[in-house]
């Protein structure tokens, strides 16, 4: 699994030009399934998403984690997060997992970053999204649950 973390004073996403979810202060979480992706996976990173000291407070800029604020979080499926680039210009999603498989994936995720109090905004799985985001800092992380 690998995702893309990053800190936002707001973002939302949409689906033909329809606002689906929004947050405020929070978390944008883009996340691609690899094929070899378990249950495990699912559980490391729920846990480590929910907990990174990645939100400011006056005096420290990394002091908090989204779930000592009670801050949300908006998690976006995004398949091309496991693209392969090593070889020409043409993209390849060998790594990426079959859509069924993902989709199931992805909402077990979800589930469990809200099992663990998070407040979880989605965007649609599989359609043409819009996501719109004013990113903090930058703060930007990566996790890639095959490469830890």
Same mark, same amino acid.
Not at 43 to 56: I, Q, T
């Given at each position: 699994m690998r995702l893309v973390i990053q800190r936002v004073t707001e973002a939302n996403v949409r689906v033909k030009n329809r606002l689906i979810n929004e947050i405020?202060?929070? +978390?944008?979480?883009?996340?691609? *399934? !690899? /094929?070899?992706?378990?249950? @495990? !996976?699912i559980?490391? %990173?729920?846990?480590?998403?929910?907990?990174?000291?990645?939100? #400011?407070t006056s005096k420290q800029e990394f002091s908090h984690s989204i779930l000592e604020l009670r801050q #949300?979080?908006?998690? *976006?499926? $995004?398949?091309? +997060?496991?693209? /392969?680039? %090593?070889?020409?210009s043409k993209l390849s999603f060998s790594k990426a997992a079959d859509k069924k498989i993902?989709? =199931?994936?992805?909402? =077990?995720? @979800? $589930? $469990?970053?809200?099992? +663990?109090g998070i407040d979880v905004k989605t965007g649609v799985f599989g359609e !043409?999204? =819009?996501?719109?985001?004013?990113?903090?800092?930058?703060?930007?992380?990566? *996790? !890639?649950? =095959?490469?830890?």
């Open positions: 405020a202060t929070g +978390l944008l979480v883009l996340v691609g *399934i !690899d /094929r070899n992706d378990t249950a @495990s !996976d559980a490391y %990173s729920a846990k480590k998403v929910a907990n990174l000291k990645l939100m #400011p #949300p979080l908006l998690l *976006i499926s $995004e398949f091309t +997060l496991l693209a /392969r680039t %090593s070889k020409g993902a989709k =199931q994936l992805f909402d =077990q995720l @979800s $589930e $469990e970053l809200t099992s +663990l !043409d999204m =819009q996501v719109t985001s004013v990113n903090n800092g930058p703060v930007t992380v990566w *996790i !890639d649950t =095959q490469n830890t």
